[in-house]
């Protein structure tokens, strides 16, 4: 349990020092930021000190408030990287049900990233829509997912794939009693 905290702890750290250097290459204040983001002052300012591990759901209103990757609060950037399955930086949404693993992130502040997700037994993920622009490329790699795009569901099993515009209202349904993987690309293009 000791090296979770550690994890969140470093993680929590590496994430308020993210957001503080966007912040300021963005000349905007706190106050400036929250507008963008819809996420309190209070809050962004425990997150750039270190002290507050934001769920899911609060890291995607700054990136998409920001208008960058998730993968750019998350990832230190190297030449040569190796994402190895439940290492690394992850985050957890509000409910538990869906797990992300940041993997890549392709050409700097980036038209694009890589993640893996995991999704529980018979959960519900809805990250809501993301900024104009989002394109999410999604493989189930593992399991079973019951897609909902606006008012439609798509049914796919292991290796289906969708694409579709990410600013459209969405949600990641796990009907199975086993635990789905998902392989997430997106893009950007604003």
């Not at 507050?52 to 230190?76: M, Q």
């Not at 493989?139 to 796919?156: C, F, N, P, Q, S």
């Amino acid at each position: 349990m000791n090296s979770n905290i550690t994890d969140a702890e470093a993680l929590a750290k590496h994430l308020g020092a993210t957001l503080r250097k966007l912040r300021q290459e963005r000349k905007m204040s706190l106050q400036e930021l929250a507008a963008v983001t819809s996420v309190s002052k209070l809050t962004l300012g425990n997150i750039e000190r270190g002290e507050a591990n934001p769920s899911l759901a609060v890291i995607w209103k700054i990136a998409n408030g920001l208008a960058v990757p998730l993968s750019v609060l998350l990832n230190e950037q190297k030449d040569i990287q190796i994402s190895r399955c439940h290492e690394g930086n992850k985050v957890v949404s509000a409910n538990e049900a869906c797990t992300l693993e940041p993997m890549f992130e392709v050409s700097g502040y980036g038209s694009s990233e890589i993640h893996r997700a995991f999704l529980q037994p018979h959960s519900e993920y809805r990250p809501g829509a993301h900024q104009q622009g989002v394109t999410e490329y999604v493989t189930v790699m593992a399991g079973r997912l019951r897609m909902k795009i606006e008012e439609e569901y798509y049914e796919l099993n292991q290796y289906d794939s969708i694409t579709f515009n990410g600013d459209k209202v969405h949600a990641y349904q796990n009907p199975t009693s086993e635990i789905t993987v998902l392989h997430f690309v997106m893009t950007y293009t604003n």
